[in-house]
């Protein structure tokens, strides 16, 4: 069984393998071009979150959509380097706004070098797309537009909170909707647009990247919860200790509210934990194991599972070919995260 690109993912077809590793490769050093200045600093910082690693994920999404076209085709690696550009000027720009120290295993531009300068950092990353995006035709322009859109959308949604009478969790998702799916939906879709491909399959891999964006998402709020540090890569309970409202806490919410009243003492309990401050290590340890232990959790890993079998059905009227089988394959690793 060969491997290819981030998340382990596993194929059978050595051709295709061979492809998405020259394909990343090729990613890999425009994106370090694209990072390049005439003025030195500009260049350190832009090439911060570059240098420090990733998934490339969605520079991958790219590369497979491709293989139902040409995927040699001119306009597929600067495409994939246009999305991952988009999507590393939206992690300065969050640090920002979440005050983050740390990124990526390194310290966050804006703990190193200040908030105006991570701000304008983000703003060259988007100018470099932009440019890239140009020479790719007015087509691309409107579809990143469109998406670009929608994913300040969802982070505008996500820092105002949901509104008088919106359910918090229905709110959740549409962050996420706009957040991650929207940058993952368009990832699917240039690999098909670029690589020539019948616009039914642009049309399918633009649904596919939209529920495989949200499912990994919510498998990242499950395994929060769920998992130990080893399994993770993170502190268990990191998003729980910060107060972020993810999935599984939604859930415990909503079904407390829906409770009226009749709920168990430990149930009580775990809610008076979730209103006060879990940076405490003995009130985050007990909030975590009531987690564990609590039906909601449940209830978001069959979320995630559900997204993760959409995804997969939207996949079905492509042809058979590896890089169908490749898609598939990172469902089913959303089902593995998410237990």
């Known amino acids: ?150 994913l300040v959308a969802g982070q505008i949604l996500e820092t105002v909170g949901p509104r008088e009478g919106r359910d918090p969790l229905d709110h959740y998702l549409e962050v996420i909707a706009g957040k991650t799916s929207s940058l993952m939906a368009v990832s699917g879709r240039f690999g098909a647009m670029m690589s020539g491909a019948d616009e039914d399959v642009v049309h399918i891999l633009t649904q596919y990247g939209e529920r495989i964006g949200a499912a990994f998402q919510l498998a990242d709020d499950v395994l929060d919860i769920a998992s130990d540090s080893h399994e993770s890569g993170k502190t268990p309970g990191t998003d729980l200790r910060e107060g972020i409202p993810t999935l599984p806490v939604l859930h415990v919410r909503r079904w407390y509210a829906q409770a009226g009243g009749r709920v168990s003492a430990e149930d009580e309990r775990l809610v008076q934990l979730l209103d006060g401050d879990l940076t405490d290590e003995t009130r985050h340890a007990e909030a975590l194991k009531l987690l564990r232990a609590h039906p909601a959790l449940e209830q978001a890993r069959q979320d995630t599972l559900r997204y993760a079998a959409e995804a997969r059905a939207a996949l079905t009227p492509l042809p058979d070919i ?17 237990g």
Request: charged share 20%; with cysteine.
């Open 322 to 338: 590896p890089a169908k089988a490749s898609l598939a394959a990172l469902c089913d690793m959303v089902v593995h995260r998410a």
């Open 1 to 150: 069984m060969n491997v290819v690109g981030p998340f382990g993912l596993s194929v059978w077809d050595e051709s295709l393998e061979a492809d998405v590793q020259a394909g990343l490769t090729a990613v890999e050093e425009a994106l370090l071009e694209a990072t390049k200045s005439d003025v030195p600093f500009i260049t350190d910082t832009a090439r911060h979150l570059v240098q420090a690693g990733g998934k490339r994920f969605r520079p991958m999404l790219v590369l497979l959509g491709a293989q139902f076209g040409d995927p040699y085709a001119p306009g597929v690696v600067p495409a994939a380097v246009v999305v991952e550009l988009t999507h590393l000027a939206t992690l300065y720009h969050d640090d920002v706004m979440d005050e983050a120290d740390v990124r990526r295993g390194v310290p966050s531009a804006n703990s190193r070098w200040g908030n105006s300068v991570a701000v304008l950092t983000g703003d060259f990353l988007f100018s470099r797309a932009s440019h890239i995006l140009a020479e790719l035709g007015p087509e691309a322009v409107r579809v990143q537009a469109e998406a670009f859109a929608r």
